[in-house]
């Protein structure tokens, strides 16, 4: 895949004007906090003062892994495609907390291990019955992983709007998250693996295992791309190519979980400029996630104690992108309301 150029954010005399324009809102200096910080992101996004959140949307990547093989899931594979057709019925957490808060919901089938058939909602860019387990071999080839890559940047690319969230469901997928944080960030084994779906201690052990053994197994793969496509899934790296076209288009990455901010992860050593373009909407209980978003210099909005995944973290934190918008828009400066400003002497 040919990977879309994307522009740094950074603009001086933008930056400025943002300033001023939030200094200048009947507030303290500083006392709207993180939204203070969101609002000047969006406008060093969009390029301009005047900013918005339009027509949001969130796209949840379904697909499966060959390495549940290896018993490293307290569910069977079955729940991937029984939960997308929860999402296509409106029935799951991601449904409600989408529509609750305005944004579009699309469905992709990257790579289920079912067949649906042409279902409305569904978007299938199915890849394969699920990837190849690569505690035994790569995942995907370098091929897949490419077309997953520019599937994911296409269906970004046909969308409207300025802000996309990203969501996934795959049993299997946080061990293939915890594998290219590993391998992507250096971070230990063990600092990597969590219970996922719920697995019990002797589980999370067996999850190590494996993922040390992989590792070991493929220590040829060290460019972002092939450990990509050694260690994730169809899903995981749909995301990456759609992370990478979203950015390139300017728009703001709302970013979930462990497993989204993986595919964060492998896309930010491909193109590191795309982190400029991500808010990251909160910190999963999930063990790693935390370690992850410090390596990413993260500053997640959210923390409640959530590890659900499907992207319900993005739709949690979508009213915070729009509060930043609104205040920056709607709220009257010291000078139009005709309040007193902090005294000089102070």
Known sequence: MRLPAIAPIANAELAAQLDDAINNKTKPLGSLGLLESLAKQLGLIQQTVAVSVDRPAIIVFAGDHGVVAEGISAYPQDVTW????????????INVFARQN?????????????????RPGLIDRKLAHGTRNFAREAAMTAEQCATAMEHGAALVADLPGNVIGFGEMGIGNTTSAAALMHKLAGIPVADCVGAGTGLSPEGVLRKQRV??????????????????????????????????????????????GFIVTSALLAASRMAPAILDYCVFAHCSDEAGHRRMLENLGARPLLQLGMRLGEGTGAALALPLLHAAANFLNEMATFSSASVSEKSASE
């Open 211 to 256: 993922i040390e053994a992989a590792v070991e197994r493929h220590a040829g793969a060290t460019e972002a791309i092939d450990v990509l496509a050694t260690f994730g899934g169809f899903e995981i790296a749909m995301m990456s190519g759609a992370m990478l076209q979203a950015a390139a288009l300017r728009k703001t990455l709302l970013i979930d």
């Open 82 to 93: 029984q939960m997308v057709e929860n999402f296509l019925a409106n029935g799951a957490a």
């Open 102 to 118: 305005g944004a579009a919901l699309h469905i992709v089938d990257a790579g289920v291990n079912h067949d649906f058939g042409a």
